[in-house]
């Protein structure tokens, strides 16, 4: 089984960074696209980047010149560097990850797998 954990959430002031990890374990043949996703209250899940096994990455508008997504294939893991942070990014934020595994004896199969989520959330 693969197993996805978040760490790094908090309590961050506005205008202030935080630096998001989630590790990926288990049974991995390779990873190809990672992301990080953010529910905050009252509010449906958005996506808000991703970066696939070549580089590139994607972001929502409302990050964009303010987060950094990298990933480091040799830890499975993948970051999310958030900067100026502001108030309307506090949320629940999640990974996953779309990896290459074995299940109940199965063939080799892409799925996609979540983390448990960590809090962030921005306030004076």
């Known amino acids: 089984q693969v197993q996805l954990v978040e760490s790094g959430g908090g309590l961050v002031q506005p205008g202030g960074s935080l630096r998001l990890s989630c590790a990926a374990s288990?049974?991995?043949?390779?990873?190809?696209?990672m992301g990080w996703y953010r529910q905050a209250p009252g509010k449906q899940r958005e996506s808000v980047a991703s970066?696939?096994?070549?580089?590139?990455?994607n972001y929502a508008d409302s990050v964009k010149g303010r987060f950094a997504i990298s990933r480091d294939d040799a830890k499975n893991t993948v970051y999310l560097q958030m900067n100026t942070a502001k108030p309307e990014d506090t949320a629940v934020y999640y990974c996953?990850?779309?990896?290459?595994?074995?299940?109940?004896?199965?063939?080799?199969?892409?799925?996609?797998?979540w983390g448990q989520g960590t809090q962030v959330t921005v306030s004076s």
């Open positions: 996953n990850a779309a990896v290459l595994t074995v299940r109940g004896g199965g063939p080799l199969y892409e799925y996609t797998f």
């Open positions: 288990g049974s991995i043949f390779s990873i190809n696209t």
């Open positions: 970066i696939t096994s070549g580089g590139s990455t």
